[in-house]
């Protein structure tokens, strides 16, 4: 991959690119190995001034919070893109109108509309990923998913191209859609309704202490693991792996790569897991549960290489 003309490139608004970038400190597993290259944007205009130069001389990988990515240890032979404090605004449009930038974090998109007495948007608050993340794959818990408040999408294509996606033109699946793989989403509009502000309080103080008595937290952790099974199993995916598998033997075969004994659809990184390391315990669950119960279960989380 050619790098001396993108290493010329200058940015207008603090965007930056370098070489040899640790990904291991871009995702909540902490680890990974490099980036070949590792771009910054922190403004639309730098955004598109990049692609438009990058064209189709090597992969892109689009990160946000980090908390649905395995790297692989080994050099990530392409570019990584983060998008940086532009992309992070939040507005009100009308009075159950919300803009929000695709950097933005689930939970102070939750918090800002709770302050602006919108409800709707209670269970963001217990999804620990950024809006570009979660439009990308439908997330969500406790009975919401993005699906329910996405009015539209506005994204840039690889050569530069800004364009809107309206919701009715975006075919919603459980934690996957049918959005182009090739589009950067630079922020995502969301209609709510009017509430006030105790009431939406309330909500999501009782979606957050559930998930606290359910759920590992402050672990190094990706969050869920693997897709509940559509059309497969009445089953939740947590479930199945109670049955498929020895927790105790588990974790003690895959170095410091663990199954959470809170919830087994989380994986923890308990000190210096290796990317291999997780992946093996990916792979066995995988096939121990298929060999168990016939369920082919499907990776949630993303694995790069």
């Known amino acids: 991959m050619k790098l001396d003309d993108l290493e010329k490139l200058e940015f207008d608004d603090k965007s930056r690119l370098s070489l040899n970038h640790d990904l291991s400190r871009l995702n909540w597993f902490n680890i990974g190995g490099k980036t070949k290259t590792f771009f910054f944007a922190n403004s639309l205009k730098d955004l598109s001034k990049f692609l438009k130069i990058y064209q189709n001389r090597g992969k892109l990988f689009v990160i946000g919070a980090g908390s649905n990515t395995l790297f692989d240890d080994e050099i990530y032979n392409g570019t990584v893109i983060k998008l940086g404090k532009n992309f992070n605004n939040i507005s009100k449009l009308d009075e159950e109108l919300i803009i929000s930038g695709s950097s933005c974090l689930d939970k102070k998109l939750s918090e800002f509309a709770m302050q602006n007495k919108i409800e709707g948007f209670e269970f963001l608050s217990c999804i620990p990923g950024s809006v570009g993340g979660g439009i990308t794959m439908n997330a969500g818990c406790y009975g919401r998913e993005f699906k329910d408040i996405v009015v539209s999408v506005q994204a840039i294509d690889l050569e530069g191209k800004i364009i809107t996606i309206p919701a009715q033109k975006i075919q919603f699946k459980y934690r996957s859609t049918n959005l182009p793989k090739n589009l950067i989403y630079l922020s995502v509009t969301f209609k709510g309704k009017i509430s006030n502000a105790e009431t939406i309080k309330k909500k999501i103080e009782e979606l957050k ?82 060999k168990k119960t016939g369920v082919n279960l499907e990776l949630e989380i993303v694995l790069t290489s």
Not at 217 to 233: C, L
Not at 249 to 271: P, R, T, W, Y
């Open 209 to 290: 202490k559930k998930k606290e008595l359910s759920q590992p937290i402050r672990v190094k952790t990706s969050g869920s693991t693997f897709k509940n099974p559509v059309n497969q199993s009445t089953k939740k995916v947590w479930e199945l792996i109670r049955e498929s598998v020895n927790i105790n033997e588990v974790n003690k075969m895959f170095g410091d790569a663990k199954l959470s004994e809170k919830h087994c659809n989380f994986l923890i990184n308990q000190d210096k897991a290796s990317s291999k390391d997780m992946k093996n315990l990916i792979y066995f669950i995988k096939e121990n549960v298929y």
